[in-house]
């Protein structure tokens, strides 16, 4: 039950329903449903329960259907000509859309070095981006962000420090649409290696339902 444009996650057969309300509760009912019950008193109710299973059915048992995206402003991150005299960086924004209830985290990792196609590397982040250091790492801003005071660096799987995959964005609370701008900063030494450096860098983000 769905389009392009639309999605029906889940359906009941009845003849109609009504809102009811006043200055201390509300009532949402719907009429002509059959439902079960996972109760075995009252008996006259048909009761969907055994020692392994129980089913709750009808319209006011509906649940939404676990869902969550991660959407990126843009494809690619360009650092520019980098220098010894400052630190370059360039950012992308990401919004996480999600009913999981109790939050989403994201994680961050790279298929390599941030190198040339003839060897040279620029070297993961040790905590701060200096100009001249020759260090290459990322930032965070937004309330989910989990790096806005610091720099740190992107793991890979050869690397031999920072090695642990990074929890870049976290909530423990239901996020409708959070944003967080993702930052890469890279500051060139003078014993760096030129060349057109470049790195894959993978976005991985789960909901906690």
Known sequence: MSSTSYIIQSSSVNCGGNTSATSSYALFDSVCETVSTTSTSPTTIPTMLSSSYAIDDGFQTMKDIPHISLTLSASSIALGTLSTASVASSSITT???????????????????FRTSKGGE??????????????YGFTTSGSDGQYNSSDTCIPYSSASTCTTVAKIYASNTLPANSTTTFTLKAARA????????????????????
């Open 122 to 135: 620029m070297i993961n982040t040790d905590g701060g981006i200096t100009a001249g250091d020759g260090e």
């Open 190 to 209: 003078t014993t760096t290696p030129a060349g057109n450096y470049s790195q894959t860098i993978t976005l991985i983000t789960t909901g906690t339902f």
């Open 95 to 113: 919004t996480v859309k999600t009913n999981a209830s109790t939050g989403y985290s994201s994680t961050v990792i790279a298929d390599g070095a």
